[in-house]
């Protein structure tokens, strides 16, 4: 009875880590735009969680990053229709199934700057 | 039902399965869209190309030096032989019998040293074998490179040197054998006869003194020792008999296919032989004609038809792999028959 | 004194031959002694705990296990699935070991059963027992995945709609091992974390060999009909054997294969065996007797021979295409001779046996 129990245990210990291992080592897209609505920044730049260089994104361009596991952060820089430099710091969260949009534009927007979608599975014949 | 159980026995549960096995693809093939009588046929003409190769494993098997895994050893020797028939521009049954001829010398001489090398690890020749056999493939490859071979159809276009990986016999002794008899391209007649006349030779060899001295070597050395017998040198002589008749098998199968194949193609040769061989019922101290005919038989059967028969089911070309899961799978079903005690790693 | 070298050089004939090919080849083929140190140490990472894999089964009697392919195709399915799940980094190996952990364990347990049956041939049927499972292998990647097997990312799937493509590029996860604890000598990397691992390894067998279970395998290797009657479970235990192995081997690809980077679908495991064995071998081991340090050297031995082969024979004969068939040549060259020369040495431990009975006997010792 002890075996069982132990061996039971290990399995489903094994599964849980599994579990874990799939969620936080999977790698997501994000796709990242630059399009505002009154207003577009000519250069965008970018830093998701805080990697060693800044991305570039021009005005209109969309660019697709990877990221892996759940928590992320985007830092986002560029010149407003004043010529002040604006700085702004979100957090996200991939997760499965999810198809993610940010838009460096409207990152001041709090509602605006991030969209998700969920991703339809493809039938395949 | 108990004869039927007896002679069921007799035969061998694992024979009998792959007989109904083939013969239940013969069946299912026309209603797959496959010709019956091609496929029959086809099963003739690879039983034609390779019986030699099979029949190749006897005396070494009756010798007691096991299992030829160093059949590609003997493979080397026909293909020498086959070459060097084509530089000299022989053509029709001067190029085959030529082929065969000047392969001769060399299967003896490989043989030889091939035997002093198995005398030497006497319990342990099978995994050698295999080795050695590799090995041989190995070098050869480097010889087909260097070696000063000057004819236009054999070497690398533009200028290179060293011969080419496949060499098409097409206009020199393809279907040498069978071209004397009718329905060449359904029916191999000539090989068949002449599979029919060397396991002849085969099998009366086996009842003189020296066969039978040979019989003894692997079926009780000491008692052979006994009686005065030089254990190493018959053992020397199985081996080259053997390598001889491989040589000769590779030649045969070459005027069938239409073409040589060198450098890597004989590299694993050996395992479809044995498989066959064992399929028919031949174990690792004990084969007889019989076994050689039914084996290749039944195992070039399954090898030709299953995969066709699959294919045209799933609609997918699986031949690749099928043939390997089968050739394979027989020879693991064959080798995990007979619990042997015997220290033969 | 003199009896003892004696000895040493018999015990290790092979491997000493091997050292006096290698130091001569080396000057020929003009590498240069930093590279070859590098290399050296990036391949001891790489191969070694696909090689230590093998040394349980041959303390239980089974002999050199080519059944290691088995496991190293279940690392590789694992592999398969983390990648066309886009798991990446050490989590990405970490699930692939898991992953490939079950199918090992269902495969050992094949691979020990087939090989219960064929015992004495043990061997050659692992042999064959390798290209049989390759077969199978080539069956559900080639045909079953995508298919029957549910495949999501495209990336990976031929262009006929199902089925693996030859080589997968394992950029994910690769080198998330070697990287992640690094060391720099001189001019040379140490992927100390892989290394940790290989001693975690090199630890678990010293310590298996001491368990019941080690002793009772060592036991079955002696003399399989004395183990039974001592009321040893000998099949189950010779199976379980296998499975270790077979778990080691896989996990043993999936490290290799994280060093490397790119994973040929269809070819990656092929070799593996071969390889693996004719290292072993050349450190000395033989189908009886199998050691950490003959593993362990074996690799650097090997692959010494392996890396300089081509370069000499190319510096001596002038083409790299004969350098190539050269290294092929040697590789199973040096397998057969392991193999005749530890023939010869049984011949030799047992003419010595028999003399020393034959001496008992005749002074009229006591059994």
């Not at chain 1, 210990?13 to 897209?29: D, M, N, T, Y």
């Not at chain 2, 040589?247 to 040769?269: R, T």
């Not at chain 3, 079950?102 to 094949?110: F, H, N, T, Y």
Request: net charge positive; charged share 15%; hydrophobic share 50%.
């Amino acid at each position: 009875m002890k075996t069982i129990l132990a061996r039971g245990g290990v399995i489903v210990a094994v599964l849980i880590l599994a579990v874990f291992l799939f969620i936080s080592g999977k790698e997501h897209a994000v796709f990242i735009t630059n399009k505002g609505e009154s207003y577009t920044p000519k250069k965008a730049y970018y830093i998701i969680d805080g990697r060693e260089k800044e991305v570039r994104i021009k005005k209109k361009k969309k660019k697709r990053e990877y990221v892996k596991g759940t928590n992320h952060t985007i830092e986002v820089r560029f010149k407003d229709i004043d010529g002040n430099e604006i700085k702004v710091s979100r957090k996200f969260e991939a997760k499965l199934g999810e198809k993610i949009s940010i838009n460096v534009a409207l990152i001041e927007d709090e509602k605006r700057w991030i969209t998700k979608e969920k991703i339809e599975k493809e039938k395949k014949k | 039902m108990d004869k039927i159980r007896n002679y069921i026995e007799t035969m061998g549960w694992p024979r009998v399965i792959i007989a109904l096995f083939l013969l239940s693809m013969y069946i299912i093939a026309p209603f797959v869209g496959l010709n019956l009588g091609t496929s029959i046929s086809d099963t003739l003409i690879r039983f034609g190309m390779n019986a030699i190769l099979v029949l190749s494993l006897m005396p070494m098997i009756y010798s007691g030096t096991g299992l030829n895994f160093g059949l590609p050893l003997g493979v080397e020797a026909g293909l020498l032989g086959a070459v060097i028939s084509v530089e000299m521009g022989l053509t029709g049954a001067f190029g085959f019998w030529g082929a065969i001829a000047m392969s001769i010398p060399f299967a003896i001489l490989f043989g030889w040293g091939y035997s002093q090398i198995l005398n030497r690890v006497k319990g342990g020749e099978m995994m050698i074998a295999t080795y050695v056999g590799f090995s041989s493939v190995a070098i050869m490859c480097i010889m087909w490179l260097i070696l000063p071979f000057k004819s236009k159809d054999m070497i690398w276009a533009y200028g290179g040197s060293g011969l080419r990986t496949t060499v098409s016999i097409e206009n020199y002794w393809q279907g040498a054998l069978n071209s004397f008899f009718p329905f060449s391209d359904k029916i191999p007649f000539g090989e068949i006869i002449f599979f029919g006349v060397l396991a002849f030779l085969m099998w009366g060899f086996f009842k003189t003194k020296s066969g039978l001295a040979m019989k003894a070597v692997g079926a009780n050395p000491k008692f052979a020792l006994a009686t005065g017998v030089d254990i190493d040198k018959v053992r020397t002589k199985s081996v080259i008999i053997s390598t001889m008749l491989a040589a000769i098998g590779i030649i045969v199968y070459q005027q069938s296919f239409g073409f040589i194949q060198l450098y890597l193609a004989p590299f694993y040769m050996a395992f479809p032989a044995i498989a066959a061989i064992l399929i028919g019922g031949a174990s690792v101290h004990k084969a007889t004609v019989i076994n050689v005919m039914i084996g290749t038989f039944l195992f070039q059967g399954i090898l030709t038809m299953t995969p066709s028969v699959i294919n045209n089911l799933v609609k997918t070309d699986m031949s690749e792999t099928l043939r390997i899961i089968i050739s394979n799978g027989m020879i693991l079903y064959a080798l995990t028959r007979t619990g042997g005690k015997k220290n033969g790693k | 004194m003199e009896n003892k070298g004696k000895k040493f050089l018999i015990n290790n004939v092979v491997p000493i031959v091997i050292l006096i090919l290698i130091v001569a080849a080396i000057p020929i083929s003009g590498l240069s002694n930093g590279y070859l140190i590098q290399e050296m140490i990036t391949r001891l990472s790489r191969n070694s705990f696909l090689v230590l894999s093998l040394i349980i089964p041959v303390v239980a009697g089974m002999g050199l296990n080519f059944g290691i392919v088995l496991g190293a195709m279940a690392g590789q399915i694992g592999l398969i699935f983390i990648t066309d799940w886009r798991i990446v980094g050490m989590e990405g190996i970490l699930l692939a070991v898991i992953i490939s952990i079950p199918i090992s364990i269902m495969l050992g347990v094949l691979g020990g059963y087939i090989l219960n049956k064929a015992k004495g041939r043990e061997m050659i049927t692992s042999i064959i027992m390798g290209f049989f499972i390759n077969g199978v292998y080539q069956l559900v990647v080639l045909y079953g995945m995508g298919n029957i097997i549910p495949m999501t990312n495209k990336k990976i799937i031929l262009s006929r709609g199902y089925g693996i493509r030859n080589a997968i590029d394992l950029k994910a996860i690769r080198q998330v091992f070697d990287r992640f604890i690094v060391l720099k000598v001189g001019q040379f990397t140490i992927p100390v974390f892989t290394i940790l691992i290989i001693g975690v390894l090199c630890l678990f067998i010293v310590w298996f060999r001491k368990t019941k279970l080690g002793q009772d395998m060592r036991a079955i290797g002696q003399d399989m009909e004395i183990a039974k009657s001592s009321g040893i479970a000998v099949e189950k235990t010779r199976i379980l054997s296998i499975v270790i192995s077979t778990v080691l081997a896989s996990i043993g690809q999936i490290i290799f294969l994280q060093n490397i980077g790119t994973m040929n679908t269809y070819n990656s495991h092929e070799q593996i065996g071969m390889f693996s064995i004719a290292a072993i071998l050349i450190g000395g081991a033989t189908a009886a007797k199998a050691s950490i340090p003959n593993a362990l050297g074996g690799i650097i031995l090997f692959h010494l021979m392996f890396i300089i082969s081509p370069r000499a024979g190319k510096e001596l004969i002038g083409s790299a295409q004969i350098g190539e068939f050269f290294r092929v040549f040697i590789s199973y060259g040096i397998i057969a001779l392991a193999l005749v020369l530890h023939q010869w040495r049984r011949e030799q431990e047992n003419k010595a046996e028999r003399k020393k009975l034959m001496e008992m006997q005749l002074s009229g010792g006591d059994k």
